[in-house]
């Protein structure tokens, strides 16, 4: 059966962003050969995306992705979120590695700043119709930012107001990323969030910082300093941290041994992204390494008798 012209044209932009995201260098024959389309067609492609993302030409008339995030701003072609239907189409293109796939955007594309359509499609563990309604009131607020939202927050039956921020997904569960009047991130899970409704105050004014601080943290574990921190990883482990980066701003700083740099603002969100491979990696820096030792021995002392 023949695609339609937009699922066609969604089918072509998939393959191109994974041509540039995969190889060093990409020319307008590879993404010819690539997508089925015609040279001229390539070409034609291929200007869009010079133009949308972050490429350069070389000296042998190839082009080179040189940031990965600018990957985003290819595929979010206007001022709304990215459509549960473009990524339905997605999800239909890759039907046999649909967690790869998925994976790889959310990383890459930055997508935690999108809409929660995105997301779920990354995790079977939420149900996404349990909240779909809550999560239309807060899009609202989110849309439309000069208004605090309220809300009764079932975990403690408070009443809470925030500015909203965004919407993100982590660990399982969907959260509401907002700022109290001190401009301090607070998180709050949407599946205890109902009774959505305007404050009828101004919204604060978030500062670029802030912004950054949120934009730059991949979990709910959140904090106001820039924290750098240098791991060693073993050589067993390297490869995943190389080809999925765990990390959105993770820096190679040594080879031998594989010594990596990566940024937080929590030590917290790097204990929570590094234990799944605890016994294949050392901390170097003294006050990470301090953070990491006493909640290991925190854990030992609990489970070894």
């Given amino acids: 059966m023949r695609l339609k012209d937009g699922e066609r044209v969604i089918s072509k932009?998939?393959?191109?962003?994974?041509?540039?995201?995969?190889?060093?260098?990409?020319?307008?024959?590879?993404?010819?050969?690539?997508?089925?389309m015609s040279k001229r067609s390539a070409q034609r492609y291929l200007k869009d995306a010079i133009e949308n993302m972050d490429i350069r030409k070389n000296q042998d008339g190839s082009y080179s992705l040189l940031n990965k995030s600018s990957v985003y701003s290819f595929v979010k072609r206007d001022d709304s979120y990215l459509t549960a239907t473009m990524l339905q189409y997605a999800k239909a293109l890759f039907p046999e590695t649909r967690y790869d796939a998925i994976e790889k955007y959310i990383s890459l594309f930055?997508?935690?700043?999108?809409?929660p359509a995105v997301q779920v499609l990354e995790s079977s563990s939420?149900?996404?119709?349990?909240?779909?309604?809550?999560?239309?009131?807060?899009?609202?607020?989110?849309?439309?930012?000069?208004?605090?939202?309220?809300?009764?927050?079932?975990?403690?039956?408070?009443?809470?107001?925030?500015?909203?921020?965004?919407?993100?997904?982590y660990n399982g569960f969907w959260y509401l990323i907002g700022f109290n009047d001190n401009e301090?991130?607070?998180?709050?899970?949407?599946?205890?969030i109902c009774d959505v409704s305007s404050s009828g105050?101004?919204?604060?004014?978030?500062?670029?910082?802030?912004?950054?601080?949120?934009?730059?943290?991949?979990?709910?574990?959140?904090?106001?300093?820039?924290?750098?921190?240098?791991i060693v990883l073993d050589e067993c482990i390297k490869e995943y941290f190389i080809e999925r980066p765990i990390f959105k701003n993770m820096?190679?700083?040594?080879?031998?041994?594989f010594t990596i740099k990566v940024m937080v603002y929590n030590y917290m969100a790097l204990y929570m992204e590094l234990m799944p491979y605890a016994p294949y990696f050392t901390i170097l820096t003294p006050e990470a390494k301090e953070f990491f030792a006493e909640r290991f021995k925190a854990a030992y002392d609990k489970h070894k008798e």
């Fill in 13 to 36: 932009l998939f393959k191109i962003i994974e041509l540039f995201l995969t190889k060093k260098s990409v020319t307008s024959d590879d993404i010819a050969n690539y997508t089925g």
């Fill in 110 to 115: 930055n997508l935690q700043q999108l809409a």
């Fill in 126 to 169: 939420i149900d996404f119709n349990k909240i779909d309604e809550t999560i239309r009131n807060i899009e609202y607020f989110l849309k439309y930012h000069f208004i605090k939202m309220k809300f009764t927050y079932l975990k403690d039956n408070k009443q809470k107001e925030t500015t909203p921020y965004k919407i993100i997904f």
């Fill in 184 to 192: 301090e991130v607070r998180s709050y899970r949407i599946d205890y």
């Fill in 201 to 230: 105050e101004k919204a604060i004014t978030i500062s670029e910082k802030s912004k950054k601080m949120v934009d730059n943290t991949t979990s709910i574990w959140f904090g106001n300093e820039e924290l750098y921190v240098d």
């Fill in 251 to 257: 820096e190679v700083i040594s080879e031998n041994p």
